[in-house]
């Protein structure tokens, strides 16, 4: 795969941090804005990329990449990504994949017309310990409740309360709770039981964003609870419980660290299953063989799954009033 990377804000660097554990993927181009012009250069020089652009059209002009990462600020990721479909490049797009359900569709309509990938870079559904976690939650009998707490206090929320708007919580650029860390719960969630029957957002809002708020999702004889926030700070775990057991994911759900199976007997194992330690290592090779092969099959499931998240966030957003972008 010979990638052109479009961004060079933190989540860029950490994943430049294991190219060189992913022999597959060749670096051949980084975009960023004028303003962070010397900070792309200096990422261009240290980590081999052959060329560091600041216009998006030169860059796309390129043909010495077949594939754009996506990486830039959320309200931008529609814009970005369409600009390279259209110029016939496989894209991979960091989540949230776009604001609107409608965009996505949008994107997914002019990818098939291109014959060319196009999926979300969204760590937890291709980690090892992801598929440990699925298949250890069909084994405890019925589901009844699932519980996602991903509640981490921001480092910028000290000045978001002094009236300092950074993009993480800038309704315009696509900031917030929601969008942010609990977008990780709903994909694990959508991931074990496809899409609800109904959803409700219960958020705190403040300065017109979502700080913090529990996700509920009815999924009939399931009941789902995503809690994200950005203005508190919690255990960081989630618990699928069945009626013969349950399974808690510990840490985070964008890094699934490890898992427990607990029997009604009180029973417990834990279980790690990862051959790598950076949680962006697996998508990032298992993208490479689809674009290899150009396997639609594959874009096809994961679009789907993509479009269940989509429509629960839009849902969500419009049950709490907000209004995300310009």
Same mark, same amino acid.
């Given at each position: 795969?010979?990638?052109?990377?479009?961004?060079?804000?933190?989540?860029?660097?950490?994943?430049?941090?294991?190219?060189?554990?992913?022999?597959?993927?060749?670096?051949?181009?980084?975009?960023?804005?004028?303003?962070?012009?010397?900070?792309?250069?200096?990422?261009?020089?240290?980590?081999?990329?052959?060329?560091?652009?600041?216009?998006?059209?030169?860059?796309?002009?390129?043909?010495?990449?077949?594939?754009?990462?996506?990486?830039?600020?959320?309200?931008?990721?529609?814009?970005?990504?369409?600009?390279?479909?259209?110029?016939? *490049?496989?894209?991979?797009?960091? !989540?949230?994949?776009?604001? @609107?359900? %409608?965009? /996505?569709?949008?994107? =997914?309509?002019?990818? #098939?017309?291109?014959?060319?990938?196009?999926?979300?870079?969204?760590?937890?559904?291709?980690? *090892?310990?992801?598929?440990?976690? !699925?298949?250890?939650?069909? @084994?405890? %009998?019925? /589901?009844?409740?699932? =519980?996602?707490?991903? #509640?981490?206090?921001?480092?910028?929320?000290?000045?978001?309360?002094?009236?300092?708007?950074?993009?993480?919580?800038?309704?315009? !650029?696509?900031?917030?709770?929601?969008?942010?860390?609990?977008?990780?719960?709903?994909?694990?969630?959508?991931?074990?039981?496809?899409?609800?029957?109904?959803?409700?957002?219960?958020?705190?809002?403040?300065?017109?964003?979502?700080?913090?708020?529990?996700?509920?999702?009815?999924?009939?004889?399931?009941?789902?609870?995503?809690?994200?926030?950005?203005?508190?700070?919690?255990?960081?775990?989630?618990?699928?419980?069945?009626?013969?057991?349950?399974?808690?994911?510990?840490?985070?759900?964008?890094?699934?660290?490890?898992?427990?199976?607990?029997?009604?007997?009180?029973?417990?194992?834990?279980?790690?299953?990862?051959?790598?330690?950076?949680?962006?290592?697996?998508?990032?090779?298992?993208?490479?063989?689809?674009?290899?092969?150009?396997?639609?099959?594959?874009?096809?499931?994961?679009?789907?799954?993509?479009?269940?998240?989509?429509?629960?966030?839009?849902?969500?957003?419009?049950?709490?009033?907000?209004?995300?972008?310009?």
């Amino acid at each position: 795969m010979n990638l052109a990377i479009f961004g060079s804000g933190k989540i860029v660097q950490e994943f430049l941090s294991i190219t060189k554990d992913l022999s597959e993927i060749q670096l051949k181009a980084i975009l960023g804005t004028k303003r962070s012009q010397e900070k792309t250069e200096k990422l261009a020089e240290e980590y081999g990329i052959d060329a560091a652009y600041t216009d998006i059209e030169e860059c796309l002009k390129s043909d010495a990449f077949d594939t754009v990462y996506v990486a830039v600020p959320n309200h931008l990721h529609y814009s970005f990504a369409k600009k390279a479909l259209e110029a016939g *490049k496989h894209v991979i797009c960091e !989540k949230p994949f776009t604001l @609107k359900y %409608g965009e /996505l569709v949008e994107l =997914e309509t002019l990818a #098939s017309e291109k014959e060319v990938v196009l999926v979300e870079a969204i760590t937890n559904q291709y980690l *090892k310990n992801y598929q440990g976690i !699925k298949e250890a939650s069909q @084994k405890i %009998g019925a /589901l009844k409740i699932i =519980e996602c707490n991903y #509640s981490q206090y921001s480092s910028r929320y000290d000045a978001f309360k002094e009236g300092t708007i950074l993009p993480a919580f800038d309704p315009k !650029k696509g900031g917030g709770a929601l969008m942010d860390i609990n977008i990780y719960n709903i994909h694990l969630v959508v991931g074990l039981l496809g899409k609800p029957k109904d959803v409700r957002y219960l958020a705190n809002i403040e300065r017109d964003i979502d700080t913090s708020g529990m996700l509920l999702l009815d999924y009939g004889d399931v009941k789902v609870v995503c809690i994200g926030a950005k203005d508190s700070q919690a255990t960081i775990r989630s618990t699928i419980q069945g009626t013969e057991g349950s399974v808690v994911v510990n840490g985070p759900t964008n890094t699934l660290d490890s898992y427990t199976t607990e029997k009604l007997s009180g029973e417990k194992e834990t279980f790690d299953h990862k051959d790598h330690p950076h949680r962006m290592f697996d998508e990032f090779k298992l993208f490479s063989q689809v674009i290899d092969k150009n396997d639609q099959a594959f874009v096809k499931k994961q679009l789907e799954h993509s479009k269940i998240v989509m429509a629960i966030v839009e849902a969500a957003i419009n049950d709490a009033g907000i209004v995300l972008g310009e």
